[in-house]
């Protein structure tokens, strides 16, 4: 007789953007005459630039000759793309990452949740509290996070790190030694960042216990102090302790295109096995790789235009970061984030919870928003916005909440 991964049914409800978007959707069938502002869910809403259009067509118009035609792409990606992320996000950051160690895929979601598929299901795993739901969720389907504990909303087996106001939103080094070390900044979902003396701090830590870290650089693009790292690979030692996460779902657009990458360094190793083939195995057994038209975008990415056209992209949604921010701070909201990231994260007023003031902003302002404690235990009492909308609804919304 059949029998299912009962690992599925460990976990606590549906995924935290389903729900919202249940809620979200049932209160917009009972009052059809609202019109609702989502600032929630980080899609961007910007068209793709210029140069990735003229990118796109090219391929297009190559697919339509027998002599330009692309089938299944290589494994690890297509050279020209891996070889343009090297130079640009990488040699040119001083980073030493090598082309065939970029595997190029649909998208940083993706990775994030395979990943700890080439680990030992002993291994445990350490996240920021609060955290992107994809990282917990996807080692609890593995079997990795023991059992949940309702009351505390956690998991027996995952070793959780607070990041708190206390803290400036940062982890601090576990007290319990992990395997597999989640780590995401700019933060998602609290915008928060650390140096890159802190980062450092992290890598001689896992040299030291021999952990490996996972590091999701989704929003580097976002960074604008100069002493905030956009990879982890700036840090000395990090070849020897650390995987990479990348997306151009959030530095140009690709959201409804779809595109990624992980780095995974030759050196790289977990108890004296190299996991750059592992995860070449990995990938090449599961994925057909991303399609030749959006590899083709992913690479004008880098050219000349690009760059300029995705630089006036980002200052847009980071307007509408600095408009969040001011206008909640002068409101009298407790904020942080916005700065380096896309996100602002807001203690909710009058000692809400995190779904009290998610109902109180959609019936009264008809804004929706992400409840803090859907990342974790530690979001509690936060929520959190993001900057991605267009500037006149991000304008309208905040003249909402000012009206509340």
């Known amino acids: 007789m059949a029998k299912v991964n009962d690992n599925y049914l460990k976990l606590p409800g549906s995924y935290l953007f389903s729900t919202i978007g249940k809620k979200v959707a049932a209160y917009s069938a009972a009052n059809p005459d609202k019109k609702i502002i989502r600032l929630g869910i980080g899609d961007v809403t910007q068209p793709l630039a210029p140069a990735i259009i003229t990118a796109l067509h090219g391929a297009v118009d190559e697919m339509a000759k027998a002599e330009t035609f692309h089938g299944y792409a290589p494994d690890l990606g297509y050279e020209f793309l891996r070889s343009a992320i090297a130079k640009n996000d990488y040699a040119n950051r001083g980073c030493d990452i090598a082309a065939d160690e970029i595997f190029v895929s649909d998208g940083a979601k993706c990775d994030s949740a395979n990943i700890q598929e080439i680990f030992s299901l002993d291994n445990k795993i350490a996240v920021c509290d609060p955290v992107y739901p994809v990282y917990v969720d996807s080692n609890v389907m593995a079997g990795r996070t023991g059992t949940w504990n ?141 399609p030749y038209i959006v590899q083709r975008a992913g690479e004008a990415v880098y050219s000349p235009e690009g760059k300029a056209q995705l630089k006036e992209q980002v200052a847009y949604y980071m307007k509408n970061a600095a408009a969040i921010y001011d206008g909640l701070s002068e409101m009298g909201y407790t904020v942080s984030g916005g700065i380096n990231a896309p996100y602002i994260w807001l203690k909710t007023p009058d000692n809400m919870s995190s779904w009290e003031f998610f109902d109180y902003l959609l019936e009264k302002a008809n804004v929706v928003g992400t409840p803090g404690s859907g990342f974790g235990p530690s979001g509690e009492g936060y929520f959190r916005l993001t900057a991605f909308g267009s500037y006149e609804n991000t304008v309208a919304a905040l003249e909402r909440i000012r009206k509340m």
């Open 150 to 290: 309702p009351q505390a909303e956690t998991w027996s087996d995952v070793i959780y790190m607070p990041c708190t106001a206390e803290n400036h939103f940062a982890p601090e080094l576990p007290s319990e030694t992990p395997d597999l070390i989640y780590l995401c900044f700019p933060n998602n979902p609290t915008g928060s960042t650390i140096t890159k003396e802190e980062l450092q701090a992290w890598v001689d830590y896992a040299n030291k216990v021999g952990a490996i870290i996972i590091y999701d650089a989704a929003y580097e693009a976002y960074i604008s102090e100069a002493d905030v790292p956009h990879s982890i690979y700036e840090c000395e030692g990090a070849r020897t302790c650390a995987i990479e996460l990348r997306s151009f779902s959030k530095n140009a657009g690709f959201t409804g295109v779809r595109l990624g990458f992980t780095v995974v360094p030759k050196e790289l190793k977990a108890g004296g096995t190299n996991l750059h083939p592992l995860w070449a195995r990995r990938h090449g057994t599961k994925y057909n790789g991303a």
